[in-house]
């Protein structure tokens, strides 16, 4: 997915993610409880870039990402949104973008 869909549209130096999910179920079929997998939530450090704000990266001399792109980010920074498709994405600053995926050094 790399529609932004959330109702939400970064402005400034803000990037929204939609982060991997995480399983609310365990592999053996238990039920994880909430606060567990909220937890795990904070510590997801991948997803994928739906929205970039206009200022990101303007004190560098090049983008880190784009829209679409896969990325792994600083594990505990940002915040949680709940877009008005129903999915949590996540709001983070755009130097806590730390790799895209797929993209090697030239």
């Given amino acids: 997915m790399t529609t932004n869909e959330s109702g939400f549209f970064p402005v400034g130096?803000?990037?929204l993610v939609?982060?991997?999910?995480?399983?609310?179920?365990?592999?053996?079929?238990?039920?994880?409880?909430e606060?567990?997998?909220?937890?795990?939530?904070?510590v997801q450090i991948t997803g994928t870039v739906v929205g970039i704000g206009a200022e990101c990266w303007s004190d560098k001399k090049t983008r880190y990402c784009n829209v679409g792109d896969r990325v792994m980010f600083a594990k505990l920074k940002g915040f949680f949104v709940d877009g008005d498709d129903g999915i949590k994405y996540r709001m983070l600053q755009d130097l806590d973008i730390l790799a895209v995926k797929g993209v090697g050094n030239e």
């Fill in 35 to 42: 606060d567990y997998v909220s937890r795990n939530r904070q």
């Fill in 13 to 15: 130096h803000n990037i």
């Fill in 18 to 33: 939609i982060p991997d999910l995480k399983e609310d179920v365990s592999p053996g079929g238990i039920v994880l409880p």
